[in-house]
């Protein structure tokens, strides 16, 4: 008997059968890519350590890794097995040392990690680029231990090609709820007085509790095992890029960096080897196209979790202030009338 999802379970598990036509958009690479820009918006089905092989040197402004941790875990057909902690390390290695090439002098890589295998990404990859922080991040989701502490968080590793690089700090400030605000003569020191409230844009830490996993009720799920979220790749990409720069992810699986990029006009190539997810990666780029949105990104704003009714008042004010601008009679039809009169 077919199991009959829920109405609001929005989650991507399109299977290979009806969903033929994404997986067609797909392309190959087979021999040296002269020109990145043939290549570009496109979702590469291969293994990358063969496809990277391709890549010209110093192509890419931006690479989000996000590799297979040290676990033995099935992927749709694939499986990683487990390794020794200095196979492993020979592993990151190999795909390290394919990457550094295709960045730009001036390019950034973020490589996520859990707690185990950060302490081995954390050793190699200062052989390869300049560090220049670590993000700790609290996934919440993870199964309880009876004799341990819950695995409630991830790393991601960011580190460049060299001193000059890329940081939009202004693009990934966090909008939190003033509680109590302070004013100088009577005015806001450093919040924002709105009619939804009074908020401050603060600076981005190396610790980020404001992401949601991506969950059955979101537009964004997909049946990947290990999908990160929107909002999560969103904050590296507005950091670490410019529109129309271009932002490479190896490991693809179900298409979030892809998907991200081109929400946030930049260009992007996607490595992935399983079929499955490289259809789910197409059909999201697909939906792209006529929805923009990025939970918990509202306005150009990232904003705290537990913030929906906010994020839904700022969106609404904005529409409403849009729509009485749209109302209002141009200079001309001004000028115009004047001429008349």
Not at 203 to 222: A, K, L, R, V
């Amino acid at each position: 008997m077919t199991k009959v999802k829920s109405a609001r379970n929005k989650t991507i598990d399109t299977s290979l059968d009806d969903g033929y036509q994404y997986l067609e958009r797909c392309i190959t690479v087979n021999n040296p890519v002269n020109d990145i820009f043939s290549i570009l918006d496109k979702t590469v089905l291969g293994d990358s350590l063969e496809v990277l092989k391709y890549l010209p040197r110093e192509c890419v402004d931006l690479i989000v890794v996000d590799p297979p941790y040290n676990l033995t875990k099935k992927f749709n057909k694939n499986t990683f097995s487990r390794k020794s902690k200095l196979d492993y390390e020979s592993y990151s290695r190999k795909w390290l040392a394919m990457v550094a090439p295709i960045l730009k002098s001036n390019g950034s890589i973020y490589v996520c990690c859990d707690w185990e295998t950060s302490i081995i990404i954390g050793n190699v990859l200062g052989d390869y680029f300049k560090i220049q922080n670590r993000i700790t991040w609290q996934r919440e989701k993870g199964r309880g231990a009876k004799a341990n502490w819950k695995n409630g968080m991830e790393d991601i590793w960011f580190a460049t090609k060299g001193d000059q690089y890329t940081f939009n700090l202004d693009a990934v400030k966090t909008r939190k709820k003033v509680i109590a605000p302070y004013r100088i003569k009577g005015k806001p020191k450093d919040w924002q007085e709105t009619e939804t409230g009074n908020y401050r844009d603060t600076c981005p830490s190396n610790f980020w509790d404001d992401i949601t996993i991506p969950f059955w009720s979101m537009p964004e799920n997909t049946a990947h095992p290990t999908q990160k979220s929107e909002k999560l790749i969103a904050k590296i990409i507005l950091a670490s890029s410019n529109e129309n720069d271009i932002i490479l992810d190896p490991f693809l699986g179900s298409g979030t960096t892809s998907v991200v990029a081109k929400k946030l006009k930049r260009r992007y190539l996607g490595i992935e080897m399983d079929k499955q997810y490289c259809l789910w990666a197409e059909q999201r780029l697909e939906m792209a196209d006529t929805n923009a949105e990025i939970q918990g990104y509202v306005d150009g704003v990232f904003w705290e979790r537990n913030s929906l009714a906010e994020q839904i008042a700022v969106k609404n004010s904005t529409e409403q202030k849009v729509e009485r601008e749209a109302s209002l009679p141009s200079e001309q039809t001004i000028f115009d009338f004047l001429e008349m009169k």
